[in-house]
Each structure stands twice: as structure tokens, then as C-alpha cells.
């Protein structure tokens, strides 16, 4: 099938807006409700704030309503992956949120056969990456799933991967076994594990980093034969996996909620 070529904002200066350009003036809210975790922060021209961290499946509107108190928003932007809480952030804030879709405003294109299939927080990460980190780039978010986000030298999203997160392959073992513990992941003490617990940590770490890097070598042979991509790691295993995994520019924790307020600043004002 050929692509479809979705240009959202293609010239060079939105390609390169910052989250500093304070096109907002006020407060914005930024919502990254993922499968497990949903970030929430409060933003005021390129800074954003604290950010709050809310598991999702007891996430409530009254929870969003606390963190806004008595501050009259300039406008609320929000990614999701989990439909059924919308409705919960829509109830906090009221109309006119800003929902990241393939027909927002992000400073970057679309050319992927169909934009709609593409998740919210992918699009925020490709946003927050061309505007901080440049472009040709790959993002790795390690989340509930891991995902690899391409973006070309020209500035579009062209698609990307999707692997089992980490916590997902551990929790899996330990589910579908007898004798095999739920551990917690850190850094392995050594590539032979000499208790169970150890040989499961270092199945699980370093196995890991071995998925990455050869997913990582395969997208830039194929994506990139003439440039050099900026790799750029987000999500809540990003740490870990990068600490023993040198081919990572950059390490952004908030990388999404940063393509957020890219959004807010090309859509809100």
C-alpha cells in the first residue's frame, strides 16, 4: 500500500519550535495518560513543572481538579491510550482540550499509511524529539510496551516498532511458572546469575538491551543508510536500560509531556 503524505506543519521554523517560544501565555495543563501510569504537569511558557504521576486504572477528576486548584488554565493538551479515561479529563477540564491526534498542530509531518492508527503519546514523543533534539531521530520509549518512533531527516513521522516492555516480560515468567519469583528490576550484579533471582535479572536486563540494539541496528540500515539519527530514550525503564546501553544521545524522562507543550504552543495560541 502506498503511503499517505499528512503534512501538519511543514516549514522550518514550526519544525524547530521550542517549548520556549511562549506563543501560550498562562497556564497549560499536559496529560499523558498511558496504560499504566498517567504524568500530569502544570506548564508555563517553556517550563514545565512538577510532575505527578497517577496510576491510570484508578485515575479520577476529581484527582485532575486537585492538582489545577484555583488556576484558570490557558488551555489543557492531552495524549491518551486508554479511551475510557478521557471522559475523566474532559470532566476536570471542560470542552476544548486539546487531544493529540494526526490532524494536531506538532512541528512535524505524518507520512504513514494511516495516521489515525498511530498512537497520541508517539506523535507527542516525535513532537518533543524534532523540536529538542533535531532531526533525522529515533525515540525509544520504555514503557508498558516498548516502542521505536522513526523520524525522517525531513522531519516526518514514517513509523516505527513495537516490543513487549520490560516489566511485561518479567511479570510474564513469574505468572506462567511455578517456582520463577516476581523480581525487581535493577542492575544485574553479573551476566551468571548465581541465585535464581540473579539469573532472572540478567536475563531480563541484559536480554533487554539486546532487543534494543538490534532493533536500533536495524532501523538505522534501513531508515538511515546516509545519516546519523539522534536515539533519544524516554519512559519509566529508560534509565536502566541505557545505563549498560551506550547508543543513546539523550535520556528524557519527560520527553513526551515536552512534546505536550509543543503542541499546546502551535494549537493553544
Known sequence: ?????????????????????????????????????????????????????????????????ALIGGRVLAGTVAASVVPKKCREVDAACGPGVCWIGPHTHLGVGIDYPNPGKIGPDRLANAAGCAAHYGVPAIVVDFGTAVTFDVISPGGSYIGGVIAPGLNAMTEYLHDRTALLPLIRLREPVAAVGRTTEGAMLSGAVNGYRGLVAEILRQVRREAFPRHRPKVVATGGDARLISAGLPVFDAVDPILTLRGLLVAAHLNLG
Open 1 to 65: 500500500m502506498p503511503s499517505r503524505q499528512v503534512t501538519l506543519e511543514n516549514s522550518r521554523a514550526a519544525r524547530g519550535v521550542s517549548a520556549g517560544s511562549g506563543a501560550v501565555s498562562g497556564d497549560v495543563l499536559l496529560v499523558d495518560i498511558s496504560n499504566s501510569f498517567v504524568k500530569l504537569a502544570l506548564a508555563r511558557g517553556g517550563r514545565i513543572g512538577r510532575v505527578h504521576r497517577l496510576p491510570t486504572k484508578t485515575l479520577r477528576a476529581g484527582q485532575i481538579r
